[in-house]
């Protein structure tokens, strides 16, 4: 047949065929399959797959594709990835869905940082972390040895571990490298705090002390409570130290010269936390920046103002119940705008703008679970045989790790969390260093690290 002929025949068939019903189609389709050879068939079976099997994802607009992407959950579009180049670009390349499976995960995000590619990467890398963590094998261990009686007293910041002993001495550790950079005679330690300059310490002696790391020398000696001094707290720019004591009492002294400015009274027990911070939260009795103290004992929470004003009255008492059977576990958390303590009937978080209880998070599988950092997604406890990790936003479990018979204290000061950044979000950065530390038996720190990422 001509071409010409052809074609007039074609046009003319089109138009029939598009005039039929749907089986009538079905049957001309068939019949013609019917006789079709070998050629025709398997031109017919290429065209088939071209024409049912589109690739949409390619076809798409870029926006549409990354608004279809949003509704995969990340394990999902981790195999599509593995569909084809074109797919990987596109599904590499839409810096939203990382984001968010890393915010799922817990993870800090830089909103501002719109490079897809490294999201995608920190996702690879959050996954890796966070199944370390529910395989119970994110962590490490290792010990400091050097003093030769019982540790009672610790403190960290930045990489650097303080520990104060009954063999009347302090020692500042490396943490990284296990090594002590500075070792000082002091009187027998119950609370350490220190920067770079000086060490503050608190002692069974019912004094507290302030020295100085590079010759050792005792700079200030302060003298005036009637029982052993539980812990202490202190601000250069106010030029303050604060103490909490067996005495009941909290004294407010003048740093630099070591004279007690007011003696805060009120508390019925042993006071065995103090800690000066900054306000950030505005209310009827206190604005942002002002500095805010709050004392510990063994049922109370007690919260003053200190400023230039240093004759304060308290402004609130928080408890968690009238039950006298119900304590309050040593540890305090409070960054100046929450409050968080620990008790048998589980965790609680005060609004520090309106002292309302925001939360009450319970572990009733978990005896004595006491708490030792609190951030915006993850809580740290321990009790006496586990380190846990909380999701706060479930208020689940999802990690352990296993302590050793460390040396118990009713006072909660030879026990402390390390690096707290992670607990607001890991970021793949801030999961290093150290996460516990505990004094033991033998006079030696227990340590449990972080994981290197493999």
Not at 355 to 373: F, H, M, Q, S
């Amino acid at each position: 047949m001509e071409r010409k002929d052809f074609e007039t025949w074609l046009d003319n068939i089109s138009v029939t065929f598009l005039s039929l019903t749907d089986l009538q189609k079905n049957e001309t389709l068939d019949h013609l399959i019917s006789l079709s050879g070998a050629v025709q068939l398997r031109h017919l079976s290429n065209n088939l797959e071209t024409l049912l099997k589109r690739d949409f994802l390619k076809l798409l607009p870029l926006e549409l594709s990354f608004y279809l992407l949003k509704w995969l959950d990340p394990q999902t579009l981790l195999t599509c990835c593995l569909v084809s180049k074109q797919w990987n670009k596109v599904i590499s390349a839409c810096t939203e869905v990382w984001q968010t499976a890393c915010k799922n995960l817990g993870w800090q995000i830089d909103d501002s940082l719109q490079d897809a590619l490294h999201w995608k990467k920190v996702y690879l890398k959050a996954i890796l972390r966070m199944k370390q963590l529910e395989d119970h094998e994110a962590f490490e261990t290792s010990s400091l040895i050097g003093h030769s009686a019982r540790v009672y007293a610790l403190y960290y910041k930045d990489g650097l571990l303080c520990t104060g002993s009954d063999d009347l001495s302090a020692k500042l550790w490396d943490v990284s490298t296990g090594q002590c950079v500075y070792g000082i005679q002091t009187h027998t330690c119950a609370a350490v705090k220190f920067d770079e300059q000086k060490l503050v310490t608190g002692s069974f002696d019912n004094t507290v002390a302030c020295w100085e790391w590079s010759s050792g020398a005792r700079t200030q000696h302060f003298r005036g409570h009637t029982g052993a001094v539980f812990s202490v707290d202190y601000n250069d720019e106010l030029d303050i130290l604060v103490s909490g004591s067996a005495d009941f009492t909290v004294k407010v002294w003048a740093l630099s010269a070591g004279t007690c400015l007011n003696t805060l009274t009120g508390h019925t027990e042993w006071v065995t936390k103090v800690v000066l911070q900054k306000c950030k939260v505005k209310s009827l009795l206190h604005s942002p920046g002002d500095y805010i103290l709050l004392s510990a004992d063994k049922y109370e929470i007690k919260i003053w103002p200190i400023g230039r004003e240093i004759n304060c009255k308290c402004l609130k008492t928080l408890s968690v119940s009238e039950d006298r059977s119900i304590c309050l576990q040593p540890r305090l958390h409070f960054d100046g705008q929450y409050i968080v303590c620990s008790s048998a009937l589980g965790l609680y978080q005060w609004d520090f703008a309106s002292y309302d209880i925001l939360r009450v998070i319970k572990t009733p599988e978990i005896a004595n679970l006491a708490l030792l950092g609190f951030g915006d997604v993850f809580a740290l406890l321990f009790d006496n045989r586990y380190l846990y990790i909380m999701d706060l936003r479930t208020e689940s479990l999802i990690s352990r790790w296993p302590l050793p018979e460390y040396r118990k204290s009713k006072r909660g000061s030879s026990f402390l969390a390390g690096e707290a950044s992670w607990l607001n979000g890991l970021d793949g950065h801030n999961d290093t260093g150290l996460v516990f530390a505990t004094s033991m038996p033998d006079h030696s720190i227990h340590l449990v690290l972080w994981k290197e990422h493999g």
